[in-house]
């Protein structure tokens, strides 16, 4: 959240010192955000279990406030399932589709989000003559949420689908196993094949 905060400031006071980063800055604010919120409502209606209606009957102003936050940062949306300080309005009976969705949706923030808006920065101070700390701490934020986003995407969120990755590393090594299984069977009727036709030649 500190990170977009500062990368709105950025875009409202200081991109504009620099003619072409002005477009691609809002661009690059507007339709992340946009499109996270439109994910996080997504999610939310998506959702067919009667459990999931019933919490959110209960608990839509914090669900809504919620996804409206979560524009900022589609991964905001987990804090319904967090179970945070054991209230129930986090305690939201997500689906697995739903958790994937967020998930994916934090992976294709990294590519039209993180990496965009951290390279503007980068050509910010580069181009800039003037010294202001808004721009470095704004590229600070970035550069720190971006390699913090990546490590998590990596090596902690896919733990919350390992019984899906599992199933799927399953799957291929079946097929592998059977590929291997008929090619063995190939292999043993060539040979057989083979035999009888060198006994039958050793007959003539």
Known sequence: MFRFI???????????????????????????TTLNLIFAFAILFSER????????????????TIALISGANI?????????????????????RNSLKGIFWGGCLNIFISDI????????????????????IITL?????SM???IITKLFIRFKVFDEYLKGHLERKKDIKKDSIENENEADGLDISDKD?????????
Do not use: C
């Open 140 to 144: 600070i934020a970035s550069g720190l």
């Open 196 to 204: 009888k036709t060198d006994g039958e030649t050793k007959f003539e």
């Open 49 to 64: 279990e009667e459990r999931f209606h019933n919490w959110f009957g209960q608990h839509t102003r914090v669900a809504v």
């Open 116 to 135: 965009p808006q951290f390279i503007i920065q980068v050509f910010y101070l580069r181009y800039s003559v003037v010294f202001d700390p808004i721009p």
């Open 6 to 32: 500062s990368y709105v400031i950025f875009v409202i006071f200081d991109s504009t010192a620099i003619s072409f980063l002005y477009t691609p800055s809002l661009v690059f604010l507007a339709i992340p």
């Open 75 to 95: 991964d905001m949306l987990f804090l319904i399932k967090s179970y945070l300080m054991k209230w129930d309005f986090f305690n939201a009976p997500l689906s």
């Open 147 to 149: 390699v913090s986003n």
